[in-house]
């Protein structure tokens, strides 16, 4: 079992910056992946940025150049630094643990509003 906290969204301006964060705690040397998903209203959750246990990132098309994923193992926290924030940037972002042994654990999810 893995526990996921997400913190640090909020409302924003476009053009403006956010860093989310995730805690995790329980097994995470079974962890294999960390990552960042996004679901608007009305729109299927998506991947938006992750990072792998060697460092390894990826990123959704709409967000490179602009967004970066991050980790910091002595806290055992994956961050998302979200900069030029755009009104479709707007959604509810949750943390993802992607482990060894092939299940998710996802946080409750943090949300994000871009106002124009």
């Known amino acids: 079992q893995v526990q996921l906290v997400e913190s640090g969204g909020g409302l924003v301006q476009a053009g403006g910056s956010l860093r989310l964060s995730c805690v995790a705690s329980g097994s995470i040397f079974s962890i294999r992946a960390m990552g960042w998903y996004r679901q608007a209203p009305g729109k299927q959750r998506e991947l938006v940025a992750r990072?792998?246990?060697?460092?390894?990132?990826d990123y959704v098309d709409s967000v490179k150049g602009r967004f970066t994923i991050s980790r910091d193992n002595a806290k055992n926290t994956v961050y998302l630094q979200m900069n030029s924030l755009k009104p479709e940037d707007a959604a509810v972002y949750y943390c993802n643990a992607d482990m060894v042994y092939g299940i998710n654990f996802w946080g409750r999810g943090t949300l994000v509003t871009v106002s124009s």
């Open positions: 990072i792998t246990t060697v460092g390894s990132t």
